[in-house]
């Protein structure tokens, strides 16, 4: 595995799905029956959480929500229609925060960053044009998701 960049991620929500649902002020608000959270999960899958970050430290949440994908972009899609909270990467919402319709909530408790890697055998048995397609890979990967976040 080699680590491409890391990635910071926020908890959103439309102005709609907040104006009518209330914004959470707390973590544990997310876990309660008064906020709908959007899933990314893989189909079958049966447990779900999120890490975020806390005065205490990392703590996970055992999240919840009427809608699970295993599409990124329809939760991003669900969220801008105002059907519930999603925890994504920085990178991919960022326009939306800047239009204003998506809002960034639970500020003092982010979620945890993630590591964007790319895998890939173990070095031993890799084939030189493997090494140079990953190279290629991380230098357009940071270069396209820091034009992003400008």
Excluded at 3 to 17: D, F, S, T
Aim: glycine share 8%; charged share 25%; with cysteine.
């Amino acid at each position: 595995m080699r680590g491409i960049l890391n990635c910071q991620r926020v908890v959103c929500a439309a102005p709609g799905y907040l104006a009518k649902r209330g914004t959470p002020e707390t973590p544990d608000a997310l876990i309660d029956d008064k906020h709908d959270c959007l899933l990314l999960r893989y189909p079958g899958s049966k447990e779900y959480y999120w890490t975020l970050q806390t005065p205490d430290g990392i703590r996970k949440l055992e999240i919840g929500g009427p809608y699970d994908s295993d599409d990124g972009d329809v939760l991003t899609q669900w969220a801008l229609e105002g059907r519930g909270i999603i925890n994504k990467p920085l990178f991919e919402v960022k326009s939306y925060l800047n239009e204003g319709t998506l809002v960034e909530i639970l500020k003092d408790t982010p979620p945890a960053s993630v590591q964007l890697a790319a895998i890939y055998p173990h070095k031993r048995f890799q084939d030189p044009k493997v090494r140079l397609m990953i190279d290629f890979m991380a230098e357009r990967c940071q270069r396209m998701i820091g034009k992003m976040l400008e």
